[in-house]
């Protein structure tokens, strides 16, 4: 994967990813390896320079069904929160026709999701008149208010505080258990890897590709209590250890030089 020609920035190489339907995979890595450049070729939004990305056996424009919340919130400033968390229906094949016909229940369905991440006031607000961690949250409640059967994610807690994204995490636990989308989280938070997925893959520094695999074994669901105990720890330290081996050290010294 390489952005701009032939001798521009190769993002990524060799990247073998077969995710099982229903499967909770999460991808870590140093910033800067690859990531959400893996994300955008999986929706679609980029071609691969070689290779090829698909689901089901089709390529991934030719599914419908896929929710997507992006790093940064991309919502349109002139909409409302309502009118924003509703825009997948408008062009979702799956949707569309039943969309038109009738809007009461996606509307009811946005409303409860909104209110569910604690948004329920906000509904006629415009995206300028919201926090960054409340644009994200609006940015996850529309990947999945058609109901995606694949959903794709890039750190879409990473703008929340500390509680709030634990809640979501049982909140995105509950509705995986429920509906069993299929998910790819990319993630800087090993935590939240370890808690929410099946498997966790390990991508080297840019260009990345992958370079370990690690199954997580605990049962679901899974409370948060699980992130203190010492088999959790465990799973930690091991993606901590395979992660820290890969990045770029930031140079405490000489940052200190540079400022001073
Ligand atoms: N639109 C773009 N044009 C040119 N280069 C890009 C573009 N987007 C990303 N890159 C480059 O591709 C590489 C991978 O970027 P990407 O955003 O996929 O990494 P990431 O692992 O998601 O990073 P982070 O964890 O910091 O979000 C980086 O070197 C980046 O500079």
């Known amino acids: 994967m390489r952005y701009g020609g032939p001798g521009g920035t190769l993002a990524a190489q060799d990247v073998n990813l077969t995710v099982r339907t229903g499967e909770f995979v999460a991808i870590v890595g140093p910033s800067g390896c690859g990531k959400s450049t893996l994300l955008r070729l999986v929706a679609g939004l980029m071609p691969a320079a070689s290779g090829t990305a698909l689901i089901s056996g089709a390529p991934p424009k030719a599914t419908g069904n896929t929710g997507i919340a992006f790093q940064n919130p991309s919502l ?128 080297s520094a840019r260009p990345g590709t992958f370079t370990a695999q690690h199954e997580v074994p605990f049962a679901r669901p899974r409370a948060l209590n699980l992130t203190f105990t010492p088999e959790f720890t465990d799973v930690i330290h091991d993606l901590r250890a395979r992660v820290g081996g890969l990045r770029s050290p930031i140079r405490a010294e000489e940052l200190m030089e540079a400022v001073s």
Do not use: C
């Not at 400033?77 to 969309?99: C, F, G, I, M």
């Open 76 to 203: 349109l400033l002139w909409r409302t929160v309502l009118q924003n968390v509703l825009l997948p229906l408008e062009v979702s094949p799956k949707h569309k026709a039943a969309y038109r016909r009738d809007r009461a229940p996606y509307v009811a369905r946005a409303r409860r999701l909104l209110s569910a991440v604690g948004l329920g006031d906000f509904v006629d607000r415009h995206p300028w008149e919201l926090s960054g961690g409340m644009q994200q949250r609006v940015n996850l409640v529309r990947s999945l208010i058609h109901a995606p059967d694949f959903l794709l994610l890039d750190e879409p807690f990473s703008a929340l505080d500390a509680f709030t994204r634990e809640e979501l995490w049982l909140a995105l636990q509950a509705l995986w258990m429920g509906a069993r989308p299929t998910v790819i989280l990319v993630t800087h938070d090993l935590r939240e890897a370890a808690l929410l997925a099946d498997t966790v893959y390990v991508m």
